[in-house]
């Protein structure tokens, strides 16, 4: 295949079934997956008692209206999360994925500025290079170029910062100076558009597709909350990828010590069983809501739906019991030795970076310089393409560098992952890696 060959997506495999890290198509190809999908299950395939539990609420009532119902399921998942949460981060609507837990955060937070009679507060800030959903309000604030381009002009104004990003600074900015210069970039984005008009600031604690797993650098989400605080912006915390336990703590932010105002989680609280994704806030939020509206004014057909409620429940019991969220925090050395004994020696590895389960690795066409591979090689799918043709499930995506060109592939196992199936996992994506090299005639 000559390098400028378009990558179109063959045929895809139709898939057949699933058990613990590995997935089958129809044909039998056996497929081990080392990104949960799309960093999504977070429990793998055909976990019994989670399917149990489902079919056990099925059999019982499917859903329980919320204007007509609560339900154990509701409330005991509510429990759950509130007591990982901790704080006052604690009241929450149930919604059925990542895009509509973010919209309904920045509805919450639109609804509480007006419920305390500052309306005027309607503006979002967010970053570059970051992925909030794929409904118009998240897609207005999110700095995916290639997902956002067919829909410019119909998008809510935005106001877009620098990605926090170590390995790729701001133009004339030091590494070391990142956490800095990003906050102070926050603080005078609020004082150019006025904090009378700003509502909040919407950031992923670690960057997922957009950024190929990117932590922020340490300091940078304390100085963001007191910025936030100072301006009375709320600060809300996309932790759909990251979240729920995939950097070895249930909200990725805990380790930066910060607690947001909202919170947006999914993928991974509910492990792929189920469409399932929450918006939490704060006690103090919620008493605004309540006291002025009855409550929060953002809520769907199926928010609360009974059975998925019953799925998270089993998920986050089976975390708790296993302990599976240490276990990803303690085991991450192991996944990212494996990585870096992998990958370490091809030249064309830039970064491998991330927390947890939760890991990154950048393609570059120069480690000096860290000069991106021209993106018409498009090979971030051609490492996709390759790793399906080697039974590798991984998560590649393109444009953390500018939106156009750079290449990184995201590698997401499951909490309860074999070290055989971490092993199988590196072992598969080197092999990928080396071939899609090969195709453009880089090694
Ligand atoms: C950080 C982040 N926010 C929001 C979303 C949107 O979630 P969904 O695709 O479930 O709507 C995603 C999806 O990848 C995400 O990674």
Known sequence: MSPSTPIVSAALPKVAYGKGGHVYDVDGKCYVDGSGGPAVYSLGYGNEEVIEAIHHQLTRVMHGYRHTFTSDPLE??????????????????????????????????????????????RRFISRQRSWHGNTLGALSISGFKARREAYEGALLPSCLLSPANVYRPPAGVASADVAAFCADELEQAILRLGAARVAAFVFEPVVGAA?????????YAARIREICDRYGVLMIADEVMCGSGRTGTFRALAHDGVTPDI??????????????????????IGEVLH??????????????????????????????????FDHVRTNSQRLFGLLRAALG???????IRGRGYFAGIELVADRETKQPFDPAHQLFLRVRQ?????????????????????????????????DTELVEIVEKLALSIKEALAQIGAS
């Not at 509130?82 to 006052?88: H, L, P, T």
């Not at 429940?313 to 975390?319: C, D, N, W, Y």
């Open 76 to 121: 005991e998942l509510t429990a759950l999360i509130a007591e990982q949460c901790g704080a006052d981060l604690a009241q929450m609507v149930f919604v059925s994925g990542g895009s509509e837990a973010v919209e309904s955060a920045m509805k919450i937070a639109l609804q509480y500025h007006s419920a305390r009679g500052e309306e005027t507060r």
């Open 291 to 324: 006291a002025r509206h009855g409550g929060p004014q953002t809520a769907h057909t199926f928010t609360g739906h009974t059975a998925a409620c019953a799925a998270g429940v089993a998920v986050q019991k089976i975390m708790r019991r296993e302990g599976l």
């Open 386 to 418: 390759r790793s399906l043709a080697n039974g590798l499930i991984c998560y590649p995506s393109g444009g953390n560098v500018d939106g156009v060109a750079g290449d990184t592939i995201i590698i997401a196992p499951r909490y309860d992952s074999l």
């Open 211 to 219: 950024g190929g797993v990117v932590p922020a650098p340490p300091g």
């Open 263 to 284: 919170m947006a989680i999914a993928k991974g609280l509910g492990g792929g069983y189920v469409p399932l994704g929450a918006t939490v806030y704060r006690r103090p």
């Open 345 to 351: 020696a091809i030249v064309a590895v830039g970064d």
